[in-house]
C-alpha cells in the first residue's frame, strides 16, 4: 500500500466515507532521504493543506467547512504520530510549515507555500539546508 491509501486508512473514520478508492502515488513516496514515518507525516500534513487551499488527492465530495475540519484533522495526525516517536525538532519544523502555509496564503502570495513544502522536506530528510521559516524570511 503506498503511503497517500495509508493515509486515507489512518485517518478519522469520519472522514472515510470520502476517500479515493486509489488516490495514487503520494508526493513523498519516492527515494527522497525522508525515512517511512516521516513521509507519512508529510504525505498527512499535506494532504491537510491540499483539503485547505488548494484540491485534495485522497479525499472528494467534501464541502467547505469539511475540508477545513479535515484538513486539520489530518495535520493533527501527522504531528501526533511525530510526537509519539519524539522526533521534536520534526514537529517544530511541520509546524512553522503549517502556520507559515495559512500566512503566505492570507497575505496573497500562495506561490511561496511550494518554496516552504520543498524546504521543509529537505529540512526532514537529513539533506540539510534551511526549514521553512528560514526560507520565508529570505523570500519576504
Same mark, same amino acid.
Given at each position: 500500500?503506498?503511503?497517500?491509501?495509508? %493515509?486515507?486508512?489512518?485517518?478519522? !473514520?469520519?472522514?472515510?466515507?470520502?476517500? %479515493?478508492?486509489?488516490?495514487?502515488?503520494?508526493?513523498?513516496?519516492?527515494?527522497?532521504?525522508?525515512?517511512?514515518?516521516?513521509?507519512?507525516?508529510?504525505?498527512?500534513?499535506?494532504?491537510?493543506?491540499?483539503?485547505?487551499?488548494?484540491?485534495?488527492?485522497?479525499?472528494?465530495?467534501?464541502?467547505?467547512?469539511?475540508?477545513?475540519?479535515?484538513?486539520? !484533522?489530518?495535520?493533527?495526525?501527522?504531528?501526533?504520530?511525530?510526537?509519539?516517536?519524539?522526533?521534536?525538532?520534526?514537529?517544530?519544523?511541520? !509546524?512553522?510549515?503549517?502556520?507559515?502555509?495559512?500566512?503566505?496564503?492570507?497575505?496573497?502570495?500562495?506561490?511561496?507555500?511550494?518554496?516552504?513544502?520543498?524546504?521543509?522536506?529537505?529540512?526532514? !530528510?537529513?539533506?540539510?539546508?534551511?526549514?521553512?521559516?528560514?526560507?520565508?524570511?529570505?523570500?519576504?
Amino acid at each position: 500500500m503506498n503511503l497517500l491509501a495509508e %493515509v486515507t486508512e489512518a485517518a478519522d !473514520s469520519a472522514l472515510r466515507d470520502y476517500a %479515493v478508492q486509489d488516490p495514487g502515488p503520494g508526493r513523498f513516496n519516492g527515494s527522497n532521504g525522508l525515512g517511512r514515518e516521516r513521509a507519512f507525516v508529510l504525505e498527512a500534513v499535506y494532504e491537510g493543506y491540499l483539503l485547505h487551499y488548494e484540491t485534495p488527492r485522497a479525499f472528494r465530495g467534501m464541502d467547505a467547512d469539511l475540508r477545513l475540519l479535515a484538513g486539520d !484533522s489530518l495535520y493533527a495526525l501527522g504531528l501526533e504520530r511525530l510526537a509519539a516517536c519524539g522526533d521534536i525538532e520534526a514537529v517544530r519544523e511541520l !509546524s512553522d510549515l503549517i502556520s507559515l502555509c495559512a500566512f503566505v496564503q492570507a497575505e496573497g502570495r500562495p506561490e511561496l507555500a511550494e518554496e516552504l513544502w520543498r524546504a521543509t522536506t529537505r529540512a526532514l !530528510s537529513g539533506d540539510g539546508g534551511q526549514g521553512a521559516r528560514e526560507t520565508l524570511s529570505r523570500a519576504l
